[in-house]
């Protein structure tokens, strides 16, 4: 089953139990994020990502440099081990890893969690690939991908059990759009998913032909 197909499902069930007016409220939150622009101001293809260093969910720092002295690299943010979009994202990814190893790239997601809430993500989602705690969502503001969970939306997170500081620390309310990139090893971009919608992701199998070309 395709990334897509399980978002639509889920979106499904969403849609039959969520009350309407917290419907809404989330389309229009989202709504006007993506008016605001933040998606056009993020890193495009064909640009430099700026270098990163970042500690991975045993706590050992992973920098882009050493990611791309083998091979090209696949760079996803996701909000959280609590989003349901990222889980079903981050499980797609993990399905696809053997061909994107087989094309000598790496894999590695990053997320404003502490270390402690993305191991807890790894360990749930049986993920094999490396996921980097970007703590204060410090790196991905440096990117300008980073929106703050607007205050009439953290009730309502908080009535489907989802309390984003204890995932992200007292305060910090900071999340990433949905952002996939694959970088060659010179550090460029040779491609880019930016959406302010959280509910759409990449299907992680069209990167594979972007991960064909820079091998060829």
Same mark, same amino acid.
């Given at each position: 089953?395709?990334?897509?197909?399980?978002?639509?499902?889920?979106?499904?069930?969403?849609?039959?139990?969520?009350?309407?007016?917290?419907?809404?409220?989330?389309?229009?939150?989202?709504?006007?994020?993506?008016?605001?622009?933040?998606?056009?101001?993020?890193?495009?293809?064909?640009?430099?990502?700026?270098?990163?260093?970042?500690?991975?969910?045993?706590?050992?720092?992973?920098?882009?440099?050493?990611?791309?002295?083998?091979?090209?690299?696949?760079?996803?943010?996701?909000?959280?081990?609590?989003?349901?979009?990222?889980?079903? +994202?981050?499980?797609? #990814?993990?399905?696809? *890893?053997?061909?994107?190893? =087989? %094309?000598?790239?790496? /894999?590695?997601? @990053?997320?404003?969690?502490?270390?402690?809430?993305?191991?807890?993500?790894?360990?749930?989602?049986?993920?094999?690939?490396?996921?980097?705690?970007? +703590?204060?969502?410090? #790196?991905?503001?440096? *990117?300008?991908?980073?929106? =703050? %969970?607007?205050?009439? /939306?953290?009730? @309502?997170?908080?009535?489907?059990?989802?309390?984003?500081?204890?995932?992200?620390?007292?305060?910090?309310?900071?999340?990433?759009?949905?952002?996939?990139?694959?970088?060659?090893?010179?550090?460029?971009?040779?491609?880019?998913?930016?959406?302010?919608?959280?509910?759409?992701?990449?299907?992680?199998?069209?990167?594979?032909?972007?991960?064909?070309?820079?091998?060829?």
């Amino acid at each position: 089953m395709s990334l897509q197909t399980e978002i639509a499902d889920y979106i499904a069930s969403f849609v039959a139990k969520a009350p309407l007016e917290v419907q809404q409220l989330m389309k229009q939150a989202t709504k006007n994020l993506a008016e605001s622009g933040i998606a056009a101001k993020a890193p495009q293809q064909g640009q430099q990502l700026p270098a990163f260093s970042l500690p991975n969910q045993s706590g050992k720092q992973v920098s882009l440099e050493e990611l791309l002295k083998d091979g090209p690299a696949v760079v996803t943010f996701y909000r959280g081990g609590w989003c349901p979009y990222c889980n079903l +994202e981050l499980r797609a #990814y993990q399905q696809i *890893l053997p061909q994107i190893k =087989a %094309l000598g790239a790496s /894999l590695v997601a @990053i997320t404003p969690e502490l270390p402690d809430a993305s191991l807890t993500t790894t360990e749930k989602n049986d993920l094999e690939f490396q996921v980097l705690s970007d +703590e204060g969502a410090e #790196y991905a503001k440096s *990117l300008g991908i980073v929106f =703050a %969970l607007p205050e009439e /939306l953290r009730p @309502i997170y908080s009535s489907f059990g989802i309390e984003v500081e204890q995932h992200n620390g007292a305060g910090h309310f900071d999340l990433p759009l949905a952002v996939t990139y694959v970088i060659a090893q010179d550090g460029s971009i040779a491609s880019a998913f930016i959406d302010a919608d959280y509910t759409k992701r990449q299907e992680p199998s069209d990167l594979l032909p972007v991960l064909e070309s820079l091998k060829n």
